[in-house]
Nanobody, 128 residues
Framework: QVQLVESGGGSVQAGGSLRLSCAAS??????????MAWFRQAPGQEREGVAA????????FYTNAVRGRFTIYGSDLRNTLYLQMNNLKPDDTALYYC???????????????????WGRGTQVTVLP
């Protein structure tokens, strides 16, 4: 089973930037078939999908709240997932999770409910 470990969270002033990383290991099949995504959960709120990518052709999806500010991408070896977050806002404060769908295709990447492998999360705090 794929294992996911997030890093890169922290505290930043509004308008600043952070880059989150998700190290993936124990792949048992073709990495190019994977979809991977970033989710977040703020206190008292439900977890929401933020950005997703299908490694087969680098198709990406973004929720409206982050489009134009966040960029999702993977390393060349497809063993690390990144989320570059620019122009951060206090509303971006949340616990950010990395997730994966091992057998995937481009049309499934944005189907948030289909992600079934999860990391433990990394905290992002944006100060006013």
């Amino acid at each position: 089973q794929v294992q996911l470990v997030e890093s890169g969270g922290g505290s930043v002033q509004a308008g600043g930037s952070l880059r989150l990383s998700c190290a993936a290991s124990r792949y048992t099949d073709n990495k190019n078939k994977h979809c991977m995504a970033w989710f977040r959960q703020a206190p008292g709120q439900e977890r929401e999908g933020v950005a997703a990518i299908y490694f087969g052709d680098d198709t990406t999806f973004y929720t409206n709240a982050v489009r134009g500010r966040f960029t999702i991408y993977g390393s060349d070896l497809r063993n690390t997932l990144y989320l570059q977050m620019n122009n951060l806002k206090p509303d971006d404060t949340a616990l950010y999770y990395c997730a994966a769908i091992p057998e995937c295709w481009a049309g499934l990447a944005g189907a948030w409910s289909q992600y079934n492998i999860w990391g433990r999360g990394t905290q992002v705090t944006v100060l006013p």
